[in-house]
């Protein structure tokens, strides 16, 4: 939004810099994000110049020559704009002038001609970006008038962001009601009261509502003998500072409407409205529409429109039509000021692909309490610069109006939230210069009737908030962090939630963070979930982001590609996030707190090992090492790892994790169509978990204390020469179960398949670790300990063992 100064101060006196100005509006939580001068103080040699005569340059067909006459001398000029005419009047610099550019004028040849001088455009003034033709003078100039005299002195204009919340600050009186408040200064309305004459509306125009939901409230003017013409000066000079380019008149004003008070108006030409009729209804299926930027567009039984007792004339609240917009024959408007739906503006506006100043605004919404009001200031304005006669009355379509809310308000509770001790008057005084009324007052606190245009007042939050900023949120003091034990409170499943963090940091990886939501192609391409479970947003802001995710797969495969893409090797992260789905016909959604790990490189390597390339089981073993630790760790016993195919994954490195029949989670190696749509050259480990069963165990988790051994241990090793199919875990199982309560440790640290092993067979080694808390341990123990164990595993497992 860009406010010029000068214009602001008509609706709010305020004494201050405009460095002070920025640093009160960036402190109240209107960011200012960039202030401009436009315009600059002129040479006096750059004066009003009248073009006497125009002849074609004998060299160059675009390029004319113009004999320009000021008060004190006449000169030739080569000009190459098409909007110079014999008679007409435009700022004319003379050799010698440097224009505010940096451009110094010296006679010059151009294509064999000369030129003393220069006939200026608008940029070349610094008065704007427009380059399309000279700037054209009001004809009662008189030439030799330095243009410093006729132009509004240097300018400046400040741009503001709005946040989506505050659609009210969309507007110039909504920005100077901010800086009443700041200033504690008073708000200045422009007029609105009408002089009305002729027949009254309702008997020049009707108005039709088919779609209340979508339009609840509606208002039509009409004006009459409607002069159309040029706007003056002033108004043209705020349009271009505000970014609008001036038209005429009337189309003008409702421009100057817009920016004044957030409200967007269009004028029709009542004529060429047919049965002068307005008819406010959904548009016919397939029905085509020839908008004011002349594309013709399809419309849809979705899209709200305007339109007379033939056809379409409006895209409500986004742009209007080309056959009923204001020509130069116009002498009778209807002035349309309503409330759209602001879903149904975007979703249109975004399906046509149609952004304009009105839509920015219907998508936010409008104040709906002052449509109305809006139109008037409009009527009055054509009144003024038009000469249009208004007729009695308006058509006022508001069949539900609507009300103020009201909230209460503890000075206790605004106090404890923004950490100020401010007394009972300064904060009604601030809710008072924001135009929240105060209804009812003790000494406790207040009740606040909220105007309709404050949409984002809801709770006593809201209110302190407002308190913070309009007194300074520069001086709200920032004290000493401080904790509140809330007795009775649990906060046991955050306290597992940071263990399983420390845990997997502990083990090198990195935490990120993705949005919820995503786009339906990514999860298509690893998510491996029903498409028809997934939650769809009903208006998303892009098709990016228009689904909420169902897995955290495809977002880690993601963001290791894009670490990839910039030649980071090796990466391990994991993410804590909500993952979502459709639910049956007793909740809408689902929403599991999921655990996600990727790793990518040779992440557990270390030295001249980092160089070698990573085969699929080295990272499969990786990854499954990353869970079981983590699985260890926080007490989570009793999980089962078994292949099965996915398509989140590569074949023949898919596995399933379960917990009795209860699937828990996946993991395995990414699949071969997203490695080549990423360009991974090497695996890819990928690992998605419930994580409320394993912060359940944490929960439950009991820490027992152990002597430190006081006597060494022994060790023997075994290799075991079993079918291909067996598991380690089927190995682990056994032994466990005949071991004494001396063995301490396994460890699987050999798999060979290949020569002196018959096919179909595979040797596992081991090495088994014997300890006693009470007594060293003599060969003749850990050798009858380990035979009891090697016969176990070979009996079990139809196994033998392995002589060298």
């Known amino acids: 939004m860009k406010i010029p100064v000068s214009w602001l101060k008509e609706y709010v006196a305020f004494e201050d810099s405009i460095e002070g100005l920025v640093e009160k509006l960036t402190f109240s939580g209107l960011e200012v994000e960039a202030v401009e001068t436009v315009g600059a103080v002129l040479d006096e040699r750059v004066v009003v110049g009248e073009v006497t005569a125009v002849e074609r340059h004998p060299n160059a067909d675009a390029l004319t020559l113009c004999t320009v006459s000021t008060d004190t001398e006449s000169a030739t000029v080569v000009c190459g704009a098409p909007n110079v005419v014999v008679g007409g009047k435009y700022p004319f610099a003379s050799v010698g ?22 006939l200026c455009a608008e940029d070349e003034l610094g008065l704007s970006d427009d380059h399309t033709g000279l700037l054209t003078l009001d004809s009662d100039l008189t030439p030799g008038t330095p243009m410093r005299d006729v132009l509004a002195p240097p300018e400046t204009v400040i741009e503001v962001e709005v946040t989506p919340n505050r659609p009210d600050c969309l507007s110039l009186i909504g920005i100077a009601r901010e800086v009443a408040a700041l200033y504690g200064a008073a708000l200045v309305l422009p007029p609105v009261d009408l002089q009305e004459a002729g027949s009254p509306v309702g008997e020049r125009a009707s108005v039709v509502v088919e779609e209340e ?5 509606y208002t039509a003017r009409v004006l009459e003998n409607v002069a159309l013409a040029p706007s003056p000066p002033w108004m043209q000079h705020r349009l271009t500072l505000a970014g609008i380019r001036p038209i005429n008149n009337v189309v003008d004003i409702t421009n100057y409407v817009l920016l004044e008070t957030g409200h967007p ?54 742009m209007g039509g080309a056959g009923s917009e204001i020509h130069d024959d116009t002498h009778t408007v209807l002035l349309e000021s309503a409330c759209f739906d602001p879903a149904s503006v975007r979703a249109t506006s975004r399906e046509l692909g149609l952004r304009t100043d009105s839509s920015y605004r219907f998508e936010r919404g409008v104040n709906i309490d002052t449509v109305e009001w809006a139109s008037r200031r409009a009527a009055r304005l054509m009144q003024e610069l038009a000469s249009a006669t208004i007729c009695p009355g308006v058509i006022d379509h508001y069949p539900q109006p609507v009300t103020p809310r009201r909230v209460t308000c503890r000075f206790a509770g605004i106090r404890d939230l923004i950490g100020l001790d401010l007394d009972a008057d300064r904060i009604a005084a601030i809710f008072e210069s924001l135009q929240l009324r105060v209804v009812q007052r003790d000494a406790e606190g207040c009740e606040l009737e909220i105007p309709i245009f404050r ?10 908030e407002e308190v913070a900023r309009i007194h300074g949120l520069d001086r709200v003091p920032a004290p000493a962090p401080m904790a509140r034990l809330i007795p009775g409170a649990d906060d046991s499943d955050d306290q597992a939630l940071s263990a399983c963090r420390r845990t997997l940091v502990g083990l090198g990886l990195r935490e990120i963070m993705n949005y919820s939501l ?8 690893l998510a491996g ?64 707190v999921t655990l996600c790990i990727g790793l990518m490189g040779p992440t557990g390597r270390t030295g001249l090992d980092l160089r070698s390339p990573v085969d699929e089981e080295e990272m499969l073993l990786g990854l499954k090492g990353v869970w079981t630790t983590l699985a260890r760790a926080h007490g989570f016993e009793g999980w089962t790892l078994a292949a099965e195919p996915s398509q989140s994954f590569e074949p023949g490195f898919s596995f399933l994790l379960r917990r009795g029949k209860a699937l828990i989670g996946r993991l395995g190696l990414l699949p071969r169509k997203a490695r080549q749509e990423w360009r991974f050259t090497e695996p890819v480990g990928l690992l998605e978990v419930d994580l409320q069963l394993l912060l359940e165990a944490e929960q439950r988790r009991t820490v027992s204390l152990r002597p430190v051994p006081a006597y060494p241990s022994v060790s023997r090793d075994i290799a075991l020469i079993v079918d291909r199919a067996v ?58 300990f380990h035979e009891k164990v090697s016969a176990a595993l070979v009996g079990g497992l139809n196994a033998r063992i392995r002589d060298h």
């Open 97 to 118: 002038v440097t224009l505010p550019n940096g451009m110094k004028l010296k006679k010059a040849k151009i294509r064999g001609v000369e030129s003393l001088g220069m």
């Open 727 to 784: 598991k380690h875990e089927e190995i682990l199982a056994i032994a466990r179960k005949a071991a004494p309560k001396e063995l301490e440790h396994v460890e699987l640290f050999d798999i060979f398949e290949g020569k002196g092993i018959e096919s179909g067979k595979k040797s596992m080694a081991y090495s088994f670790t014997y300890r006693s808390m009470d007594r060293t341990l003599t060969d003749e123990d850990a050798n009858r």
């Open 529 to 592: 979930d029903d498409p028809e479970k997934r939650v769809v947003m009903p208006h998303p802001l892009s098709q990016e982001q228009s689904v909420l995710r169902s897995s955290l797969l495809p977002q880690m495969g993601e963001t290791l590609a894009r670490n990839h893409a910039r030649q980071i090797r090796s990466a391990a992260f994991f993410e804590v996030g909500r993952t979502y789905r459709r639910g049956g016909a007793e909740v809408a959604h689902e929403e599991t």
């Open 518 to 525: 995503t786009s339906p192609a990514l999860l298509d391409l």
């Open 265 to 318: 108006l269009h004028a029709f030409d009542l004529e060429r409205l047919s049965q002068k009729q307005v008819v406010v209804r959904r548009a016919q299926p397939g029905e085509i529409m020839r908008t004011l930027d002349e594309v013709e567009r399809r419309l849809s039984p979705d899209m709200l429109i305007i339109a007379d007792a033939a056809q379409a004339v409006a895209v409500a609240g986004v």
């Open 455 to 464: 949409g984002d007042l809801e709770r006593e939050v809201d209110l302190a």
């Open 213 to 217: 939901d979508l339009c609840p409230r």
